[in-house]
């Protein structure tokens, strides 16, 4: 579980990482009454990462440029997720930034501490730009001044980054993370440090341990995970933003889905990965059962037109996850009408159920391709496809069909 920036920065200041004054913005109203002097930066609280390409991060000088941006960026979707709260902080001139965290390595079993002297690093070359070492034993000062040095960090610098470090560290192990980050640490003119941004990975194992992240993962897992988007607002102006929901067995296949949908010209929507059960699930889950689940969750968004489902590899029980899909189908066979459309040669009916178009790739998903497929020779409701490209192509094309307009 991912907690949002200004989470983080409560985490921070708690603990002693230095973080700048800030105050959490629900209405874009809220800026009238801001405790904080301008300039401000106004920054979206989502999951999503790339806020600043894509206006979701800005600098404002006024309390009425405030409001106007705040209105913008409420109502600013980045991956598909809209912020219900946003983030107003100080503006901080930085000389120079760096990149810290903690994670933990689960090859060695090992927490590691990473630190670079450029935040932003490209990936090709995060192995030549950044520096780790390894925590072998219990901790010490000694691990985070090792990495500072590493960096090439000298003098009252040394000591400042080290500091920070040890107080990650802290962090990391009170709370029970996969992972702390600090993307950027500011640096000004007067050598002092500054977490501008940071991340937080919980581990979900944990949530249990900790009743205060428990209480917070019951307010993030429906809003988040689950998409049900019922916190009061008018979510019908979205309706055309999400007509494609997703599911899938790994985040890399539902980004690259997401991605291609995007591209393709379609909407897409909720995305849900399947190849773990969700946080909120006590008790052991079968991938059948998240499957069953993913789909009800899916049809019980109202502009849900189509459910694209992109299975890679290899699934626990494929021809359970067949039957799933095969008893979604007839729960739902009431809302097919008898009158139907004409697409890709199936017959699509007019109806308020999603349509269901699936693409498996690998051989071990074969025996879940042959129930299907018989399935797709007398149900309506299924397309089954071996390209995925191909299934991204339908799915658009069927939101764009006449048989998925309301009807008045």
């Known amino acids: 579980m991912d907690l949002l920036e200004y989470q983080v920065k409560e985490w921070f200041g708690e603990i002693g990482i230095p973080v700048l004054p800030s105050q959490r913005i629900d209405h874009p109203t809220d800026l009238k009454r801001l405790k904080i002097r301008y300039p401000i ?16 991060v800005r600098m404002v000088e006024t309390t009425i440029d405030a409001i106007a941006a705040a209105q913008t960026i409420f109502n600013l979707s980045i991956w598909g997720e809209l912020p219900e709260v946003l983030l107003a902080e100080s503006k901080y001139n930085s000389h120079q930034e760096f990149y810290l965290a903690v994670v933990l390595d ?54 400042s980054v080290s500091t920070v470090l040890e107080k990650m560290y802290q962090l990391f192990v009170q ?3 996969d992972l702390v980050e600090i993307n950027p640490l500011g640096v000004n003119l007067a050598g002092e440090v500054m977490a501008l941004n940071g991340k937080v990975g919980v581990n979900e194992r944990a949530i249990g341990r900790h ?85 009800n969750t899916l049809a ?26 095969a008893q979604f189908i007839q729960q739902n066979k009431g809302e097919y009408p008898p009158s139907i459309a004409k697409s890709n040669g199936k ?7 999603p349509q269901l178009v699936i693409r498996l790739a690998g051989s071990e998903l074969n025996a879940a391709k042959e129930v299907l497929a018989a399935l797709q020779t007398h149900e309506e409701g299924l397309i089954l496809v071996e390209d995925l490209d191909e299934a991204v192509a339908t799915a658009v094309r069927l939101t764009k069909s006449h048989a998925y307009k309301k009807v008045s």
């Open 106 to 159: 689960t090859a060695v079993c090992r927490p590691v501490l990473l630190g670079s002297t450029e935040a932003d690093i490209d990936l090709e070359l995060a192995d030549q730009k950044m520096q780790y070492v390894v925590v072998e034993q219990e901790f010490s000062p000694f691990y985070a001044r090792r990495l500072a040095l590493k960096m090439g960090l000298q003098g009252t610098l040394m000591q």
């Open 211 to 295: 009743p205060e992240i428990a209480a917070m993962a019951a307010k993030i897992i429906p809003r988040h995970y689950d998409k049900s988007f019922s916190n009061g607002r008018d979510w019908n102006n979205l309706e055309k933003q999400r007509r494609i929901g997703i599911l899938g067995n790994g985040t890399g296949s539902i980004l690259a889905t997401y991605d291609l949908v995007a591209s393709g010209g379609g909407k897409p929507g909720i995305c849900l990965n399947l190849r773990h059960a969700a946080i909120t699930d006590l008790s052991p889950t079968k991938f059948g059962d998240r499957l069953t689940k993913g789909l």
């Open 300 to 325: 019980a968004d109202k502009n849900t037109q189509v459910i694209l489902i992109n299975l890679l590899g290899s699934i626990p029980q494929p021809e359970e996850a067949a039957q799933a899909i």
């Open 347 to 353: 017959n699509l009916s007019q109806h308020q159920s």
């Open 41 to 56: 930066v106004l920054k979206s609280q989502v999951h999503a990462g790339e806020r600043e390409k894509v206006g979701g």
């Open 175 to 177: 709370k029970d993370l």
